[in-house]
């Protein structure tokens, strides 16, 4: 006998005539009759949508399953606001860390991105802290994010489980965008704390899917900002910020319940007031600036970085510091950088020019305080003491650089050499650098020579260099 024969049992009926009698009950508080909309309720395709909206209700699709009273559009709204302004920073600032490996030169990863990228130019030499900023910046500020986002996250999960998930193509569309937004800042936020940490527990390369995964956020979060900004705004304009500042927990009290809206069918007494609630997402963002931040500033407060993989602090004395890849690492033996050892320095014309060490050495040397930054966040700032790059091109007949072509004894790696552009060959504080500290050059720090050039990304400044070639004019 079909329904509209007689049959008046609801699917919730159905499901429960299957399960035993003793657990009939227990099973029936768990499962919701869904709501009776009437088919003017619902876009094209209005009978296939109306059709999916008639499943029963269970576990998380149940409205009344979501019971804090500190839900609603005013919390979702104040989170959304901080958001707003800082995921942008976050993005921005990692776009540029792409821009300062210099793509145009084919030395970013990935190499080749299409239109999906920035325009290009010269990354600037000055001021010299500028990558330790931007770079420091996306790093302390993503991590100091993530708390606000899951807070966020908190506060509309049950619109994650809003059944039926659409009752038109436009809300189907909006509901794809938020599965996007929310799995792209998941992702990005994942591996780049996984990159920090040096933790590649993922099987592809870091740098290729966080690039592209970063434009797909962008796509996602300008698509979420235009459909949501409205709502957003009547959220903030619902309460004050000082009555919510100055608001206990024995005057928390839900907002009223709409079948859109955020706050909850059936709120429970509140064990937290929403200043509370503002006080512990912003204490565990604090806490997390706090643990990170001092890999960033450098040795006055690098005793802070509790989170930072490189540690604490650095006691074997002048010219121990942070290093990313070892001499041993990067497969470099004392025979290649031992009184064998000659820089090639190729110029004008093809002009070469073999020096030693001790030939170096002997040249004018040049002393300057600059910063290495890496891109995981950490930075630190030494002296510098070595022969200007541009007085090397000099030598080989080229006064004009446009570029440098550097490479090391290091065999293999993304980063065994670099190209430098002309502003950076030229600038008077760009060394090759023989001593940090008044000491020979460390073989992990890049013994016999190294690169060092102002607010260049760490992994830029060559280590163990080999032969430099200079492009330009006399």
């Not at 007689?6 to 009939?24: K, N, Q, S, Y």
């Not at 966020?152 to 809003?162: N, Q």
């Not at 959220?235 to 100055?246: M, T």
């Not at 502003?423 to 020979?440: I, N, P, S, Y």
Request: charged content about 20%; glycine content about 8%.
């Amino acid at each position: 006998m079909s329904l509209d024969q007689g049959d008046r049992r609801t699917a919730r009926d159905r499901i429960l005539e299957r399960v035993p009698a003793r657990f009939r009950d227990r099973v029936a508080d768990q499962i919701e009759e869904p709501p009776d909309l009437p088919l003017e309720e619902f876009g094209q395709p209005r009978r296939l949508l109306r059709a999916s909206s008639r499943l029963p209700l269970v576990g998380p699709l149940r409205p009344r399953t979501w019971k804090s009273p500190l839900r609603g559009s005013w919390t979702t709204a104040i989170f959304a606001v901080v958001l707003l302004v800082g995921l942008p920073v976050v993005t921005i600032t990692g776009l540029l860390s792409y821009i300062a490996y210099q793509p145009q030169f084919h030395q970013a990863i990935p190499a080749h991105v299409g239109y999906l990228h920035l325009p290009y130019f010269l990354w600037p030499t000055h001021p010299v802290w500028l990558y330790r900023f931007t770079q420091g910046l996306h790093v302390a500020l993503g991590i100091a994010l993530i708390p606000v986002v899951l807070a966020k996250l908190w506060s509309v999960i049950p619109k994650l489980f809003t059944f039926p998930p659409a009752r038109s193509l436009f809300q189907l569309l909006e509901r794809a965008s938020l599965l996007l937004l929310v799995g792209s800042i998941l992702f990005e936020l994942a591996t780049g704390v996984l990159n920090i940490q040096y933790d590649y527990v993922f099987r592809f390369d870091f740098y290729t899917a966080h690039y592209y995964g970063a434009w797909v956020f962008v796509f996602a979060f300008l698509t979420h900002v235009l459909i949501k900004w409205p709502a957003m705004r009547r959220g903030l304009k619902s309460r004050k910020l000082r009555a919510v500042l100055a608001e206990d927990l024995a005057h928390t009290e839900p907002e009223p319940y709409t079948a859109d809206g955020l706050a909850p069918q059936a709120p429970a007494k509140p064990t937290l007031s929403r200043r509370g609630l503002l006080a512990v997402v912003g204490g565990a963002s604090a806490m997390l600036t706090i643990f990170t931040i001092g890999d960033t500033v450098g040795d006055p407060v690098r005793f802070t970085a509790l989170l930072s993989p490189r540690g604490q602090s650095y006691r074997g004395g002048p010219g121990h510091f942070q290093v990313n890849r070892t001499a041993k690492a990067a497969q470099i033996t004392a025979a290649e950088t031992g009184a064998a050892w000659r820089l090639v320095i190729t110029g004008l014309d093809g002009q070469e020019l073999e020096l030693s060490r001790a030939e170096l050495l002997s040249l004018p040397q040049v002393g300057q305080a600059l910063p290495i930054a890496c891109v995981e966040g950490w930075s630190t700032e030494q002296h510098w003491s070595g022969v200007r790059l541009r007085d090397l091109a000099a030598m080989v007949g080229i006064h004009r650089a446009q570029t440098a072509f550097v490479t090391s004894l290091e065999k293999s790696g993304a980063f065994k050499q670099v190209t430098l552009g002309s502003d950076q060959v030229r600038d008077e504080k760009t060394l090759l650098a023989l001593k940090v500290a008044g000491l020979d050059l460390l073989p992990d720090h890049g013994y016999p020579a190294r690169i060092i050039v102002p607010a260049l990304p760490g992994v830029h400044n060559t280590k163990w260099v080999k032969a430099i070639t200079f492009t330009g004019s006399a």
